[in-house]
């Protein structure tokens, strides 16, 4: 008997059994990203609840409880789901395309009656669900060629270029992140994998030459030497950098930070809140939400690796990636070791919808652990 058959327990269909199967320590962990990014936002507005604070502690309470409510429906609803919230993103972001509006140079909310979406953030969710779902009804054993992942490609690259128009690098990254490493665990072939490299690398010479507009270009160049502009393009990384210079080991204190409470740190409340955590809680302060993130991470990996359906293994295994882009792309932005690209950090940066998408996703990572027992039929390598 094999480990994961040791895990085969009936799942219970009351909902008191599955709030007390819940893995309430990943909600902790949460809570306590969430209660870090309320004191940064308060202490980045001057010491006042308004306009950050209060509003992202309101968020987290209604997103927390959405996430247990994603988590307590059985997976297999999620499974039908799948291509439908897949062919709705697609049909979003081409609204947007359409008739979005326009923001800070940038065409990427639809406004829908009072309220203001970015189809982009749950299209990075929508695509790790219908790829699960592909792979899963996928009744082919040899997965290394190419063959059978073209249709996944295609599904990849057709949210991606529409991100991309808004335009939105960052998030379409994100989006072929989460497609290739999900594309890679399927079984994709090494030579595909190497070829695929490199003719990546030549794209995005090709794009930065042809297709990158100025804004975006701007943004590579100031990542390559961010003094040729300190005071026009090249600010946001040089005020990020002396922030984090100043914290030193154990920072500055609690609003106590030059940077952030004199207004010369940009984005303090969104992008650059790690910096600003930097500077008043130093190196030890950002390791310890860094490592909030890990355990996350890890929670991800262990739900992936036990799930018993690859529908399952590879819905974790996306959503644990999309974390894992989202942290390491702000966290290389803000030391200068990746461009600047828009991307803050979930649930410790100010914003709804990054906040929403991600604890979403890992309501759904819930569902796979607390649902591995069922069977949603057609699952590659069930005996």
Same mark, same amino acid.
């Given at each position: 008997?094999?480990?994961?058959?040791?895990?085969?327990?009936?799942?219970?269909?009351?909902?008191?059994?599955?709030?007390?199967?819940?893995?309430?320590?990943?909600?902790?962990?949460?809570?306590?990203?969430?209660?870090?990014?309320?004191?940064?936002?308060?202490? %980045?507005?001057? =010491?006042?609840?308004?306009?950050?604070?209060?509003?992202?502690?309101?968020?987290?309470?209604?997103?927390?409880?959405?996430?247990?409510?994603?988590?307590?429906?059985?997976?297999?609803?999620?499974?039908?789901? %799948?291509?439908?919230?897949?062919?709705?993103?697609?049909?979003?972001?081409?609204?947007?395309?359409?008739?979005?509006?326009?923001?800070?140079?940038?065409?990427?909310?639809?406004?829908?009656?009072?309220?203001?979406?970015?189809?982009?953030?749950?299209?990075?969710?929508?695509?790790?669900?219908?790829?699960?779902?592909?792979?899963?009804?996928? *009744?082919?054993?040899?997965?290394? =060629?190419?063959?059978?992942?073209?249709?996944?490609?295609?599904?990849? %690259?057709?949210?991606?270029?529409?991100?991309?128009?808004?335009?939105?690098?960052?998030?379409?990254?994100?989006?072929? =992140?989460?497609?290739?490493?999900?594309?890679?665990?399927?079984?994709?072939?090494?030579?595909? +994998?190497?070829?695929?490299?490199?003719?990546?690398?030549?794209?995005?010479?090709?794009?930065?030459? @042809?297709? /990158?507009?100025? @804004?975006?270009?701007?943004?590579?160049?100031?990542?390559?030497?961010?003094?040729?502009?300190?005071?026009?393009?090249?600010?946001?990384?040089?005020?990020?950098? +002396?922030?984090?210079?100043?914290?030193?080991?154990?920072?500055?204190?609690? /609003?106590?930070?030059? *940077?952030?409470?004199?207004? @010369?740190?940009?984005?303090?409340?969104?992008?650059?809140?790690?910096?600003?955590?930097?500077?008043?809680?130093?190196?030890?302060?950002?390791? @310890?939400?860094?490592?909030?993130?890990?355990?996350?991470?890890?929670?991800?990996?262990?739900? %992936?690796?036990?799930?018993?359906?690859?529908?399952?293994?590879?819905?974790?295994?996306?959503?644990?990636?999309?974390?894992?882009?989202?942290?390491?792309?702000?966290?290389?932005?803000?030391?200068?070791?990746?461009?600047?690209?828009?991307?803050?950090?979930? +649930?410790?940066?100010?914003?709804?919808?990054?906040?929403?998408?991600?604890?979403?996703?890992?309501?759904?990572? *819930?569902?796979?652990?607390?649902?591995?027992?069922?069977?949603?039929?057609?699952?590659?390598?069930?005996?």
């Amino acid at each position: 008997m094999s480990l994961l058959d040791t895990l085969d327990v009936p799942v219970s269909n009351t909902v008191r059994s599955k709030l007390k199967q819940l893995d309430w320590g990943l909600m902790f962990v949460f809570a306590m990203i969430a209660a870090m990014g309320v004191m940064l936002l308060y202490g %980045a507005a001057g =010491g006042a609840w308004q306009p950050w604070a209060l509003n992202h502690m309101v968020r987290f309470g209604v997103f927390a409880t959405m996430m247990v409510a994603v988590a307590l429906v059985d997976v297999r609803f999620w499974y039908g789901l %799948a291509w439908p919230a897949y062919l709705l993103a697609v049909v979003a972001l081409v609204g947007v395309e359409l008739f979005g509006k326009v923001a800070m140079g940038a065409q990427r909310w639809l406004m829908v009656g009072p309220i203001q979406i970015q189809p982009s953030e749950f299209t990075k969710i929508a695509t790790a669900l219908a790829l699960a779902r592909y792979y899963n009804d996928l *009744q082919v054993v040899r997965r290394d =060629g190419l063959g059978v992942h073209l249709i996944p490609l295609v599904m990849v %690259a057709v949210p991606a270029a529409l991100i991309m128009r808004q335009p939105d690098l960052g998030t379409a990254l994100m989006v072929v =992140g989460v497609g290739a490493t999900l594309i890679i665990l399927a079984g994709l072939a090494w030579r595909w +994998i190497i070829a695929a490299g490199v003719t990546s690398v030549a794209g995005a010479v090709v794009g930065f030459l @042809f297709f /990158m507009s100025e @804004f975006q270009k701007e943004r590579v160049f100031n990542f390559l030497d961010p003094s040729r502009d300190p005071l026009g393009t090249g600010y946001h990384i040089t005020q990020s950098k +002396i922030a984090i210079g100043s914290g030193g080991l154990f920072g500055v204190g609690y /609003m106590q930070g030059t *940077q952030s409470q004199l207004d @010369f740190l940009p984005e303090r409340h969104t992008d650059f809140i790690l910096a600003m955590l930097l500077e008043e809680f130093g190196m030890v302060g950002g390791l @310890f939400v860094l490592g909030l993130y890990a355990v996350a991470m890890g929670y991800g990996v262990r739900v %992936a690796m036990q799930a018993r359906e690859t529908f399952g293994k590879m819905l974790a295994a996306g959503i644990t990636m999309l974390l894992f882009i989202y942290v390491a792309i702000n966290a290389g932005m803000i030391v200068g070791l990746l461009p600047v690209v828009g991307e803050a950090l979930p +649930i410790l940066s100010h914003g709804g919808s990054v906040m929403m998408s991600m604890l979403f996703g890992f309501g759904l990572v *819930q569902s796979v652990k607390l649902h591995r027992s069922r069977s949603l039929g057609n699952s590659f390598g069930r005996k």
